[in-house]
């Protein structure tokens, strides 16, 4: 059963909804950890004084802002505590607006919210007149001890949140100096009618079942087969080569070809990887563990 990490009230004019809010993510991260490798003993990090080896209490630790190399202008707790946002246990609607509108940049975290007791209908009445309405809300909210902007969306009769970044938190690619052409060079007009024609053919309706994290499927074979003892097997990495401005063309005709070979819409055929590289045999394993590796929340 999924478990409340906050409540509070949705308040906008003069319409107050109890909620409580729950994560929409589980993350499925493996956990790996850090030993030596002669011996497997466990490494522990402490916190020392820089240039000693005194390990440092975390009572003693306080914040800092560097102005300049070795120049600090310390914070103490009851400093930091003075600046902290006010605990309110309210979503303050502050706009309406198209949820198009929105750049996806400024998405960050995904919750679900949930009707506190006795608000179910006042939850209901306001998930069905966002979804119809087709808006968004922009909201702010005080979450583990920082503001928040936030995102509130309605879908199937469910309200979710998304914690968002400020304006000045998503750097403008006008800041990227040299990573971007002072002059975006000349695209023929056959050129991008032929990429168009690309996207069109490799295009499809969103599953999100159909995308599964392919390198964590496959760190768990691997940590699977080198604790049976098994030879591990790594593949020769060949980076791909970036298409130069004159193959273009012949690029993109060749990828449609492929995709129209394929049986239409869908992905494009992927490259044939390259042939296997033989490894020395894995160190046997101290003890033939489970082979089920447990992933971390």
């Known amino acids: 059963m999924a478990r409340a ?24 991260s493996i956990a790996l950890r850090e030993i ?13 004084a820089e240039g000693t080896d005194e390990e440092v209490p975390y ?21 930091m505590a003075a600046l902290a946002p006010e605990k ?3 979503i303050d609607v502050q706009d309406f607006v198209d949820i198009e509108e929105i750049d996806p940049m400024y998405f960050d975290s995904p919750y679900y919210l949930g009707p506190a007791e006795g608000a179910e209908k006042a939850y209901s009445l306001l998930a069905v007149a966002m979804e119809s309405s087709g808006k968004a809300a922009i909201s702010r909210f ?4 920082k503001e928040h902007l936030a995102a509130l969306r309605a879908s199937g009769g469910v309200l979710t949140l998304t914690t968002m970044r400020f304006h000045d938190e ?19 007009k056959r050129e991008r009618e032929m990429a168009e024609q690309l996207i069109d053919s490799l295009s499809t309706k969103f599953k999100p079942d159909a995308y599964r994290d392919e390198y964590r499927e496959e760190l768990l074979a691997l940590i699977e087969r080198k604790a049976e003892g098994k030879e591990i097997v790594a593949p ?3 980076a791909p080569k970036a298409t130069k401005a004159p193959d273009l063309m012949a690029a993109l005709e060749e990828s449609i070809a492929a ?24 160190a046997n394993a101290k003890s033939k563990r489970s082979s089920k590796a447990k992933a971390s929340k």
């Open 5 to 28: 990490i906050w409540s509070g009230t949705i308040s906008f004019g003069l319409l107050n909804v109890p909620v409580r809010l729950y994560s929409a993510v589980a993350r499925r």
């Open 36 to 48: 030596r490798e002669s011996d497997s003993a466990r490494i522990k990090h402490r916190r020392v």
């Open 259 to 282: 995709v129209k070979d394929k049986g239409g819409k869908g992905r494009a055929p992927a490259k044939r990887k390259a042939a296997p590289k033989k490894s020395k045999p894995a």
């Open 59 to 79: 009572e003693n630790i306080v914040k800092a802002y560097e102005l300049a190399p070795g120049q600090y202008v310390p914070l103490s707790k009851d400093e």
């Open 142 to 145: 005080v979450f583990r001890n």
């Open 170 to 188: 998503v750097v403008p690619p006008s800041e990227l100096d040299d990573a971007l052409p002072d002059k975006k060079p000349k695209v023929a």
């Open 236 to 238: 020769e990495a060949e």
């Open 88 to 90: 309110t246990r309210a």
